[in-house]
């Protein structure tokens, strides 16, 4: 008897649950009961897909939470066992917010593509079908496997179809997802492009959640392209429409916008020196997170707030305690993109303690999901020949530029490390500038050009908020020191 709800209800145990199918089969009913209870999960499946986009969380998953392993059998009764693909479609189709609410990503892929590719159904879905499991295909994907050719695929899919048949909500949805794969590949022109298209729509239909959602995700685009300045400037007009409006509706996108905003917010800031604010930003999206009992939203803050803070911070350990919470996360839900993207900090973590550590697994695993060597400036760090290959304008060049100089002979290593300090104070990127600069000064010292060594610390250094706890501050001071200072 379950009576912590609005309506008091019972669940049998499956054993007696079991018990009691067994003796229907006896008595010959089985079949027309298992039909009606069929039809009555389509209904409440329906139901809870239009109350979805209208009741709060906390209320939906009130009223709704317990039909959930509902649906499952019977998935399993009609599609899986055949009994009624059609029906079994149908509420497969109602199923989106059940694999949001409770990140059931991997349950959902299982589900999904093998009906998208198995050739007896081809001529069963409706193009309304395909396009809804597409996207819906799309979104697990994206979370459960990280940015795969399979998840483009089915994104582009559920756009082109969504374009067909005019549907503004899936083509938001392909936007979005669109959009985050093209940034986790590197291919930051086209995530930009995808951006802007979902504020166009958002505008046009005056949708003010998809909008706020728009300028988040623009806000991103720009801080990876370098533009900082212009990326704080979407990420906290998206927060403040956020703030003003709300919405009961948070993860119509995968994940809770606001939260993310405040993840993605505290690395603009770091880049921008203000490393206090943007460690007290991230953690207050963990907690934020945390207090919504969402994990997926939870995991995009602890890896692109928490632990990302952390790192540029040189904080190991404060790195390892947000990492080992995203991988257990991760792991007990098989979110496998956030499990390996937490395995990269929690492996950077150990080698900045023990340098001769190799992580040849990992890298196999990051190139097998297909996720940009540049996404991320750890992956340099852990392999300096990364930082020998080409590079696209990104929102973390100067620190590639500076990793990049080991390789160079010394007479090389100063004109490279200008390049690098130049190319931070063209992006308004003060944090890479300050740990440019520590290395360009310690150059300078060596050939006894201490004046200008000095000159340089103090100009970032005044750029910089006053934030002792930085590791970048404290070596730069110790310079300082040592330069009479």
């Known amino acids: 008897v379950i009576t912590q709800v609005p309506v008091t209800r019972f669940r049998l145990l499956e054993t007696l649950r079991q018990f009691a199918c067994d003796k229907l089969r006896q008595q010959g009913v089985y079949p027309r009961l298992a039909?009606?209870?069929?039809d009555y999960?389509?209904?409440?499946?329906?139901?809870?897909?239009?109350?979805?986009?209208?009741?709060?969380?906390?209320?939906?998953?009130?009223?709704?939470?317990?039909?959930?392993?509902?649906?499952?059998?019977?998935?399993?009764?009609?599609?899986?066992?055949g009994a009624n693909p059609a029906k079994g479609l149908d509420i497969l189709q109602a199923m989106t917010p059940f694999w949001i609410e409770y990140s059931l990503y991997h349950e959902c892929q299982r589900h999904i593509y093998p009906l998208l590719s198995e050739a007896r159904l081809q001529g069963v879905l409706t193009l309304?079908?395909?396009?809804d499991l597409s996207a819906a295909a799309g979104k697990a994907?994206?979370?459960?496997?990280?940015?795969?050719?399979?998840?483009?695929?089915?994104?582009?899919?559920?756009?082109?179809?969504?374009?067909?048949?005019?549907?503004?909500?899936?083509?938001?949805q392909a936007y979005y997802g669109l959009w985050l794969y093209y940034l986790r590949t590197g291919k930051l022109d086209l995530s930009l492009h995808h951006a802007q298209s979902m504020c166009t729509l958002a505008q046009a239909i005056n949708d003010t959640n998809a909008l706020a959602t728009g300028l988040?995700?623009?806000?991103?685009?720009?801080?990876?392209?370098?533009?900082?300045?212009?990326?704080?400037?979407?990420?906290?007009?998206?927060?403040?429409?956020?703030?003003?409006?709300?919405?009961?509706?948070?993860?119509?996108?995968?994940?809770?916008?606001?939260?993310?905003?405040?993840?993605?917010?505290?690395?603009?800031?770091?880049?921008?020196?203000?490393y206090k604010t943007a460690k007290q930003i991230a953690w207050r999206a963990v907690k934020k997170a945390a207090r919504l009992q969402h994990i997926c939203s939870l995991c995009c803050a602890l890896a692109e707030g928490a632990c990302m803070t952390a790192a540029l911070d040189r904080n190991p350990r404060w790195v390892r305690k947000a990492a080992l919470w995203l991988i257990e996360l991760a792991e007990k839900h098989d979110l496998y993109f956030w499990k390996t993207y937490g395995e990269?900090?929690?492996?950077?973590?150990?080698?900045?303690?023990?340098?001769?550590?190799?992580?040849?697994?990992?890298?196999?695993?990051?190139?097998?999901?297909?996720?940009?060597?540049?996404?991320?400036?750890l992956l340099s760090?852990?392999?300096?020949?990364?930082?020998?290959?080409?590079?696209?304008?990104?929102?973390?060049?100067?620190?590639?530029?500076?990793?990049?100089?080991?390789?160079?002979?010394?007479?090389?290593?100063?004109?490279?490390?200008?390049?690098?300090?130049?190319?931070?104070?063209?992006?308004?990127?003060?944090?890479?500038?300050?740990?440019?600069?520590c290395s360009l000064a310690t150059l300078l010292i060596e050939i006894g050009e201490r004046v200008v060594a000095k000159q340089l610390i103090t100009e970032v250094l005044s750029h910089i908020d006053d934030s002792q706890h930085s590791t970048d501050i404290r070596n730069a001071l110790e310079l300082c020191a040592r330069l009479g200072g």
Request: proline share 3%.
């Open 41 to 81: 999960c389509h209904r409440q499946a329906e139901q809870s897909q239009l109350d979805w986009y209208r009741l709060p969380t906390k209320q939906w998953r009130a009223r709704y939470g317990s039909i959930l392993n509902d649906l499952r059998s019977v998935l399993q009764h009609t599609l899986t066992e």
């Open 35 to 38: 039909a009606q209870f069929a």
């Open 216 to 274: 988040r995700i623009l806000g991103v685009s720009w801080h990876f392209l370098g533009q900082h300045a212009l990326g704080r400037d979407y990420l906290q007009q998206s927060l403040e429409r956020f703030a003003i409006d709300g919405s009961d509706h948070v993860f119509r996108f995968g994940l809770d916008q606001e939260t993310a905003g405040e993840a993605f917010l505290s690395r603009v800031l770091w880049v921008q020196g203000e």
């Open 128 to 131: 309304h079908q395909r396009m």
């Open 141 to 172: 994907s994206t979370w459960a496997k990280g940015p795969t050719p399979e998840t483009r695929s089915t994104w582009q899919t559920a756009l082109s179809l969504a374009e067909q048949l005019d549907d503004n909500e899936i083509r938001l």
């Open 381 to 437: 760090e852990m392999d300096s020949r990364l930082s020998q290959q080409t590079l696209h304008e990104n929102w973390c060049t100067p620190e590639l530029m500076r990793l990049s100089v080991i390789h160079l002979p010394i007479c090389a290593q100063r004109q490279q490390l200008e390049l690098a300090l130049n190319k931070a104070y063209q992006q308004q990127a003060y944090g890479w500038a300050l740990r440019i600069v």
């Open 344 to 377: 990269l900090f929690l492996h950077w973590a150990e080698q900045f303690s023990q340098p001769n550590i190799k992580q040849t697994m990992l890298f196999r695993s990051l190139r097998g999901m297909g996720l940009d060597w540049q996404y991320s400036p």
